[in-house]
């Protein structure tokens, strides 16, 4: 502990979360009730099928996989029942025949030849048909040549008796190696943490496999089941909502040789956007992990599932590492699979976080200039009329033409605001408001002046750029040089 002091600092804290762990437990909220689940901690789906009626019939015309699904203690009733009934039914068929010939009677006679020698009563015919079932043959039981109804029924217990054993043992064969049980050497934490991880808050889980063998294309896959409400006012009670675990980077594809924790980034395409710690404690939805891939023994495809509810989702925490490095491998100490520890995590939501970034900061991030953007345009068309009248000579005599770009008539409509952009300005711009004694008043009477002159002539006597966007019709603001367009974002953000 000591040592995990050093490395990681006094403030954090190690908390197990299994019951066999060591350490404090974590802070909880007030108890609540029992939770019902959807999918069970150990994979099973908590969900029963009612009210059936005549669609019970599909489960017969698929009597196999009918049979597999059954639990084992129905499968050996079934099985046990199935081959009883087979052979007494077939014992009674033998000792029916031998009745009709009437070789009950002639049993000990050794001058008659009877259908199937030494069978004179139902044990002995019962006998017959299990040596001949099983193909054990001890010889003193045998079906003779005089006989064709005899030699009829052994042809249909032999294909009767190859039937039922097809069906059954494979049957029973199939449940048996199942890959469920291969998931039970998958392990998944007991709980999910929430905390930073690379500058992000994320939600994280712990998976793990017990066995050397590995799990071929080892996949996993999120889904978040929460009840809510349309716009249209239906109700939802399970909708399922995905959850990002690296579809889109290929993080999902697990090489699952060690323990690995699997991360879920909450951004804004999460529907954990406008979660946080107060929130949580309110909200109600159950995480369904689902880790499926390829056994590489059999070859069968295997599924282990479990869940995480709100009261098993621990903020602020992450969990212990387990693996170490020994003398010429790294080991790996199951014990604190489940711990976790508690590291400084913000207890609002990333929404929340935005928000007062935003507030906080003096500049408009671009993403948001950018959507904002048009609504400042829209607010600055009103005071065209002031700012024409202080705008240079030249500009104001281009604010004539419909087409060019309202934004520009904006960047000099004060004389600090001109004093801020004015080493962004085009050189003969600069000239212009740098002339000594140039007061708001002659400004004024040059731009009377040139106001009255052709617009060709002002157009000639400015920049070449200049020239060129007054020349262009409709959006010219992609066509504006990079000065101005930096002048403009700065002006409007």
């Known amino acids: ?66 049979l597999v699904d059954l639990k084992w203690r129905w499968n050996l009733f ?41 069978v004179y009563n139902f044990p002995s015919a019962f006998l017959f048909f299990i040596e001949t079932e099983a193909t054990i043959g001890y010889g003193y039981r045998y079906i003779t040549d005089k006989c064709p109804e005899g030699i ?14 097809a069906f059954l043992i494979g049957c029973m064969f199939i449940k048996m190696s199942q890959p469920k049980k291969r998931a039970e050497t998958l392990m998944f934490s007991e709980h999910a943490a929430i905390s930073m991880r690379d500058g ?26 929460k009840s809510r409400q349309t716009p249209e006012g239906e109700f939802l009670p399970l909708d399922q909502l995905e959850l990002d675990v690296g579809f889109s980077t290929g993080a999902d594809q697990l090489f699952l040789v060690s323990p690995l924790t699997i991360c879920h980034v909450i951004d804004a395409k999460s529907p954990f956007y406008e979660l946080s710690q107060r929130s949580m404690r309110s909200e109600q939805f159950e995480i369904v992990v689902i880790l499926e891939g390829i056994v590489e023994t059999t070859g069968m495809t295997c599924q282990a ?14 969990f ?17 699979f489940h711990a ?46 002031e700012v024409g009248t202080k705008l240079p000579s030249k500009l104001q005599k281009i604010t004539g033409r419909d087409d060019f770009p309202k ?7 004060t004389t600090s605001e001109k004093a801020y952009s004015m080493g962004d300005l085009p050189m003969k711009l600069q000239r212009i408001s740098s002339v000594p004694g140039n007061s708001e008043e002659k400004l004024g009477s040059k731009t009377t002046k040139m106001m009255s002159d052709p617009m060709s002539q002002s157009v000639a006597e400015l920049p070449p750029k200049l020239q060129k966007l007054s020349g262009g019709g409709g959006r010219m603001e992609g066509n504006l040089p990079p000065k101005l367009r930096k002048m403009n974002s700065d002006r409007f953000t």
């Open 305 to 318: 599932r479990t869940s995480y509810t709100e009261d098993e989702v621990l903020w602020g925490h992450r």
């Open 152 to 165: 009829i029924l052994f042809l249909f217990q032999s294909i009767l008796g190859s039937i039922v054993d």
């Open 407 to 413: 934004k520009l008539l904006r960047m000099s409509s």
């Open 340 to 385: 976790t520890f508690e590291v400084p995590t913000p207890p609002y939501s990333v929404k929340e976080q935005e928000e007062m970034l935003l507030m906080s900061s003096p500049l408009i991030p671009p993403a948001v200039s950018n959507s904002k953007e048009r609504n400042n345009s829209v607010e600055c068309l009103d005071g065209l009329d």
């Open 200 to 225: 992000k808050l994320t939600l994280m889980f712990r998976v793990g496999n017990l066995r050397n063998s590995h799990m071929v294309s080892a996949q996993i896959r999120c889904k978040l089941l």
């Open 78 to 118: 079934i099985f046990i029942l199935t081959y009883t009934v087979a052979w007494l039914f077939m014992a009674s068929m033998w000792w029916v025949i031998a009745y009709m010939r009437g070789d009950l009677n002639k049993a000990h006679d050794d001058s008659y030849t009877p259908c199937v020698a030494n």
């Open 320 to 336: 212990f590492p387990v693996i170490s490095l020994e003398e010429g491998f790294f080991k790996v100490d199951y014990s604190q």
């Open 1 to 66: 502990m000591s040592a995990l002091r050093r490395k990681l600092g006094d403030e954090y804290q190690v908390v197990s979360t299994s019951a066999s762990g060591r350490g404090l437990p974590p802070p909880r909220s007030a108890p609540r009730g029992k939770r019902q689940r959807f999918v069970d901690k150990n994979g099973r789906c908590n969900v029963q099928h009612g009210n059936l009626g005549g669609e019970t019939s599909r489960y017969l015309s698929d009597l196999f996989t009918t």
